[in-house]
């Protein structure tokens, strides 16, 4: 399958390497690939994006716009705060009746009081902003509530034993998710809470997800909904 991934950071580096090593045809999409090709390691990146590229060959890198036009599955791996700006650079007709799996956080600036906010919450979502935006995208959200490493590897954490949400206003495109959830990263329970009106709280989660990170020291964790 053709897969365009838009985003070059942790999360997006992690699910193009872990789809291409499943056979999919993968490009990740950039604002600006001279710019993306010339960066130097981060703090929080362990190789340049160039190296990273060098060493997974079958990953592609275009821009936010080729990105979308490659894919006919889409995963939006960009910072929240971007997000609409990066789909923005799309032709509507590359977008079309594809599906969007949408793993961004709607997390904004630091407060006064030294913590993250949510730049829309409670009466709305990232994910619902990225549908009213492009009504023809099936966007449905996913895997924001684990780390990149756990998305793509759950079996690595507890046996796969957690569960994984997901939302979206079209039965079929949940449907389609998580079969894709389970077949391509080994998800054993992906809970379907429905319309995209769920994102609100799944995106909210990421606030009580810092804290758990902070107090554990490890991002190796996950949810376990105990019925």
Known sequence: MKIGILGTGDVGR???????????????????????????????????????????????????????????????????????????????????DKILIDVANALGPWNDGGEMELFVVNTDSLSERIQRAHPRLLVVKALNTVSARVMAEPAALAGGDHDVFLAGDDAAARETVSRFLREEFGWKTVIDLGSLAAARGLEMMIMVWLKIWAALGTADFNFKIVR
Do not use: C, I, Q
């Not at 990740?28 to 994006?49: F, H, M, N, Q």
């Open 14 to 96: 992690t699910l193009a390497g872990a789809l291409a090593r499943r056979g999919h045809d993968v490009m990740a999409g950039t604002r600006d690939v001279r710019r993306k090709l010339g960066e130097r390691p981060t703090d929080t990146d362990e190789s340049s994006y160039r190296d990273w590229l060098a060493a997974h060959k079958a990953v592609r890198l275009g821009t936010f716009a080729e990105a979308a036009r490659h894919g006919e599955l889409l995963v939006n791996a960009t910072a929240g705060h971007a997000s609409l700006e990066a789909l923005a650079t799309a032709r509507p007709a590359d977008l079309a």
